[in-house]
């Protein structure tokens, strides 16, 4: 084994990764080689000193307390996220952000049909068009509604099914394409 | 019987909140030990246990998909540690400042009775570690951390660190390289 194909397998040697045929070549090599060997030995070294443990222990109370702490931040702050079984567990019809929001695209959907319906029949564009506003503040304050909680929340199969639904109807993207696209209001960031 | 990881990962998802506790009571020493070595103080260590929780908590609707969750939580808790890092950069690194050194509390290596003077020695012995570990990029301080530190392979590393493995034998050479610069005296 030369010096080159040594040093290229300095450090596989040292991490034990050979196989038993380069293992034997490699210590052939340094038998016979000085600078490999110390090259070789201040790894081994360096291996051990970093070993060395440097993390002091903390208090001991500290992972109960740390346990504690995570468990306020994370479980007991979102609870009524996680679905036991039991009828109580579930949220009332308008307590679920989800109702809200299915509620809330209703409203607007209905304000937007009626703007469209009124539009053709007998009144002015200026109405349609400030009906339509309206409904696009409508269908906003519901996105926002979505995205400001949607990290914290576990749609439920059927949770989806009835977002799914509720979005299939608004119809193909354009003003409102971004609503139609399921996975950025179930997504995590 | 010990559940396993998985299993535990698997009622964790399903929304049992014990099968959380116990994954927390599981990896909070490692990733503390971790934390602790790259950011080399108490506080920030702590920070870095609580907020990797807390993250493993909001994504827990993506764990379906892990499929190694030793690695998603150590890359969280090695991305926030990266984070802080970079945010205590100029703000006078606690790290580097001997004197923050917590000096009540039990140092693992003089566990056993050592006079005064060892203790001052292997306080000594870490500090110059630390101020070497120091000196490296993150991301080379980090991958000699996990590999030589905390024992992980180099695919773990590569996962961890989502890279390719080639990058993790790359930046451990290199961190290696200058660390035995740094360290000759203490490697003689
Ligand atoms: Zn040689």
Redesign the interface.
């Given at each position: 084994m030369t010096c080159r194909t040594f040093q290229s397998l300095l450090?596989s040697f040292a991490?034990n990764e050979l196989d038993p045929s380069q293992v034997a070549q490699a210590r052939e090599h340094l038998k016979s080689c000085d600078i490999c060997r110390e090259e070789y030995t201040?790894?081994l070294?360096?291996?051990q000193?970093?070993?060395?443990?440097?993390?002091?222990?903390?208090?001991p109370g500290?992972?109960d307390e740390?346990?504690d702490?995570?468990?306020a931040?994370?479980?007991r702050s979102?609870?009524e996220y996680?679905?036991?079984p039991g009828p109580a567990a579930r949220p009332g019809l308008f307590d679920s952000s989800l109702t809200r929001a299915t509620l809330s695209v209703a409203a607007s959907l209905a304000i937007l049909f009626m703007a469209l319906f009124l539009g053709e029949t007998h009144e002015s564009q200026a109405d349609r068009i400030a009906m339509t506003e309206q409904a696009m503040i409508e269908t906003s304050s519901m996105v926002a509604l979505i995205n400001s909680d949607s990290?914290?929340t576990?749609w439920t199969p059927e949770d989806q099914q009835r977002l799914t639904g509720c979005l299939t109807i608004m119809g193909p993207p354009g003003m409102m394409g971004r609503l139609t696209d399921l996975s950025d209001l179930t997504g995590?960031? | 019987m010990t559940e396993t990881i998985p299993e535990l990962v698997k009622r964790f998802t399903e929304?049992d909140?014990d099968a959380?506790?116990e994954l927390?009571?599981r990896y909070?020493?490692k990733i503390?030990?971790l934390a602790?070595?790259i950011l080399g103080n108490?506080l920030d260590a702590?920070e870095v246990?609580?907020e990797s929780?807390?993250r493993v908590?909001?994504?827990?609707?993506?764990l379906a998909r892990v499929t190694n969750f030793t690695s998603f939580v150590i890359r969280i808790a090695t991305n926030y540690s990266i984070d802080l890092v970079r945010k205590r950069r100029g703000h006078n690194q606690v790290s580097s400042d001997p004197t923050l050194?917590?000096g009540d509390?039990?140092?693992?290596?003089s566990k056993n009775v050592s006079t005064p003077r060892e203790d001052f020695e292997n306080k000594r012995?870490?500090e110059e570690?630390?101020r070497a570990l120091d000196t490296l990029p993150p991301r080379q301080k980090i991958t000699?951390l996990l590999?030589?530190?905390e024992g992980y392979s180099?695919p773990e590393i590569a996962e961890i660190l989502e890279c390719p493995e080639a990058t993790v034998?790359s930046n451990?050479?290199i961190a290696?390289t200058k660390?035995?610069k740094i360290?000759?005296k203490?490697?003689?």
């Open positions: 450090e991490d201040s790894t070294a360096l291996k000193l970093l070993s060395t443990p440097t993390v002091p222990d903390p208090d500290y992972w740390v346990t702490l995570i468990l931040r994370s479980v979102t609870s996680f679905r036991e990290e914290e576990m995590v960031e | 929304g909140s959380f506790a927390v009571s909070q020493k503390y030990h602790y070595q108490h702590d246990v609580q929780f807390v908590y909001r994504k827990r609707k993506d050194m917590p509390v039990q140092v693992e290596l012995l870490m570690i630390r000699a590999h030589d530190v180099k034998r451990l050479h290696r660390l035995k360290l000759k203490r490697l003689s």
